[in-house]
């Protein structure tokens, strides 16, 4: 079988309530920063969950390009303003012909449908709140003329983006991909979440015993891909595979063996042609929500073997949120980090372990380590599950 | 990249003009049994409707595409609006908060017909169909699936009055459809090209059916008898999008040998 293309990452970009951009955003995971606020934004007095990881400043771009006020637009240029910094580039130097747009997202830019319903924008601006706007925008804005591709596997879509961002490389679609995804945080979010009874009152705890919901949270989070071997500066990682599987189960409930996920886990790893012994970090959906962390942990325990003991699994979600359509590629870019800086940032508020919980979920603070093969898994709304393989500089 | 076979194709297409401001040919909500659906929306009864006339056309039990060797992938541009709207407008009282995310289209039909291998979402217009149908034939050319579902659903009416205030940049009439497309390994050739800019497409015939448009055409041409190569094209915001098909080799009604 031919060896497939290895597609590399070769810069990260991010906007997050813990930061406004890579360098902040990871300084604040090892340290254990929450992002968790009181919602300002938007009104919320009438709902029993008000606190979310909300970004409150979009950081410092100058020139939004004439896109419109979209938050979620916004969002995933103030991402790729902080990409073109990390890359040092901006207009892209290559063909523009030659650079795709991918980007994964639950929401798209329903707060515009939610604002032109409400009188609060004109009704025509309803348009707007097409879920592929935001990403048809960003390309806009960054001068890209190759495909532009918006993915919706729910709170998997930054994984689903990534993928398809490398697959576009693959079969020479593109010389370049800024892929990723997004999410604002929005009264039609917040309100849909708050009528599922999923939030908590209290801190996210995940894989921990008293853990009692997740919050949400927004953010923008792109890479930008390369086949390796048209690179020659330095890069973050590679994407090695990448699985997905639905669950056919329940629209919002996850099936509670967790099966799609380790159906999924299985065919990332067979992509990425690694077996479950050679992982040795796993970036975890972690929402701490009751089923969530004890399904996850049934499945890398059947999927990754007795090595599901071994290694660390850590989840982000607790100083963040969960960022939805954003959350797979920030985690995605949290293993890379990891890698490059030899610390592996803690699972926050995680403090009395859950007994069905019983992996090694970093707990306390960041540990010294240098993994070199990294798993990340993402679960979403309608039984949508991925995996992401990644592999260190 | 080696061509896909047809092996069912089920499109339910817009019947008659809707009530609204818009020129919207509309299609009936589907009647399913079982306590399961009574909060379903539209969109995902239709995608139901879709994976049954797929079924039929394949002379196919539903146990035939079970399991996790079936790979699932789902394209629209606006289906999901009908159900945002309305959980925006009743402030989250009757709609179920799930229904809202397109994802929930797909899962339906996962759910309905125990369908759990590999899956994938567009979002976009015919372009993007065009290309779930080439990702498809990757699918099974890697034999990650042994076959490949692709879904596709457009409803206008519970926005009709939002599209009539787009009248300047969309093409009417709106048809509604829901569309299942079975693929499987075949031979020939596939072809998918994309270009952005150009000149605006011209009025697709028999009105604009979205991201269903390539399913739509593809029934018609099975429907024809037509035999030899098939281009299916498309466009969505300023992409233009072909897929060129040298050898459509098809089990199902209608088709071509």
């Known amino acids: ?393 | 990249m080696r061509a896909p076979a047809v092996r069912g194709l089920g499109v339910l297409s817009g019947q008659g003009p809707g009530s609204g401001p818009a020129p919207i040919w509309t299609l009936p909500r589907p009647e399913r049994p079982g306590d399961r659906f009574r909060r379903a929306t539209r969109e995902c009864l239709l995608a139901l409707a879709a994976v049954d006339a797929m079924l039929e056309d394949g002379k196919a039990p539903r146990e035939a595409i079970a399991g996790e060797r079936t790979a699932l992938l789902y394209v629209t541009a606006a289906a999901y609006a009908a159900s945002n709207r309305e959980f925006i407008e009743r402030r989250g009282g009757v709609m179920h908060f799930a229904y809202t995310a397109p994802a929930v289209v797909p899962a339906e039909v996962a759910i309905e017909f125990g369908v759990t291998g590999a899956y994938g979402i567009l979002l976009g217009g015919a372009p993007s169909t065009l290309r779930a149908i080439e990702q498809a034939a990757r699918l099974l050319d890697e034999d990650r699936c042994d076959r490949a579902l692709l879904l596709a659903v457009e409803i206008f009416e519970e926005c009709g009055d939002l599209y009539a205030r787009h009248r300047r940049y969309t093409r009417w009439p709106l048809v509604e459809t829901a569309a299942c497309l079975w693929l499987e390994r075949g031979a020939g050739e596939l072809r998918f090209q994309s270009s952005r800019g150009g000149k605006a497409a011209k009025p697709a015939r028999g009105g604009e059916r979205f991201a269903a448009g390539p399913l739509a055409d593809l029934r018609e041409w099975l429907d024809r008898g037509a035999t030899g190569p098939l281009e299916l094209s498309g466009r969505w915001r300023d992409e233009h999008a072909r897929l060129g098909w040298s050898t459509v080799r098809s089990h199902a009604r209608g088709s071509a040998a």
């Open chain 1, 1 to 393: 079988m031919a060896t497939p293309e290895r597609v590399a990452i070769a810069a990260a970009g991010v906007v997050t309530p813990v930061g406004p951009d890579l360098e902040a955003f990871w300084s604040a995971l090892v340290t254990g920063v929450s992002g968790i606020s009181q919602i300002e934004r938007f009104p919320v007095a009438d709902l029993k969950v008000q606190r979310g990881g909300e970004v409150k400043k979009l950081g410092r771009i100058k020139d939004w390009c004439g896109v419109s006020d979209c938050r979620a637009t916004r969002l995933l240029i103030a991402a790729a303003d902080d990409l073109c910094a990390q890359a040092g580039f901006r207009p892209l130097p290559l063909d523009p012909a030659r650079v795709a747009v991918v980007v994964g997202t639950a929401l798209g830019g329903v707060e515009e449908g939610e604002k032109a319903l409400a009188g609060d924008r004109p009704r025509r601006r309803f348009r707007e709140a097409l879920y592929d706007g935001p990403g048809d925008r960003l390309a806009r804005w960054l001068g890209a003329r190759g495909p532009v591709i918006t993915v919706s596997t729910a709170c998997a879509s930054g994984a689903s983006a990534l993928a398809t961002g490398a697959d576009l490389l693959r079969r020479d679609e593109a010389d370049a991909v800024v892929a990723g995804g997004y999410d604002a945080l929005c009264r039609f979010v917040l309100r849909g979440f708050n009528a599922l009874r999923s939030l908590t009152r209290d801190e996210v705890r995940p894989f921990d015993r008293r853990r009692s919901g997740l919050l949400l949270g927004e953010a923008g989070a792109l890479a930008l891909l390369v086949r390796e071997r048209d690179l020659s500066g330095p890069r973050l990682g590679t994407v090695l595979g990448y699985g997905s599987a639905s669950d056919g189960f329940h629209i919002a409930a996850p099936e509670p063996e967790g099966r799609g996920l380790e159906r999924a886990i299985r065919a990332a790893l067979a992509d990425a042609r690694v077996s479950p012994r050679d992982v040795d970090l796993v970036s975890a959906h972690g929402t701490a929500t009751l089923l969530n962390d004890r399904i996850e942990t049934a499945a890398l325990k059947r999927a990754l073997g007795p090595r599901a003991y071994e290694v660390p699994v850590n989840s982000i979600k607790g100083g963040l949120g969960h960022t939805m359509g954003a959350a797979a590629a920030l985690e995605a870019f949290m293993c890379l980090l990891s890698a490059q800086r030899g610390l592996i940032p803690p699972t926050l508020h995680l403090e009395e372990p859950d007994p069905e919980c019983d992996l090694d979920y970093v707990p306390g603070r960041a540990r010294a380590a240098r993994p070199h093969v990294m798993l990340s898994t993402s679960m979403g709304f309608g039984g949508c599950n991925g995996a992401l393989v990644l592999e260190a500089a």
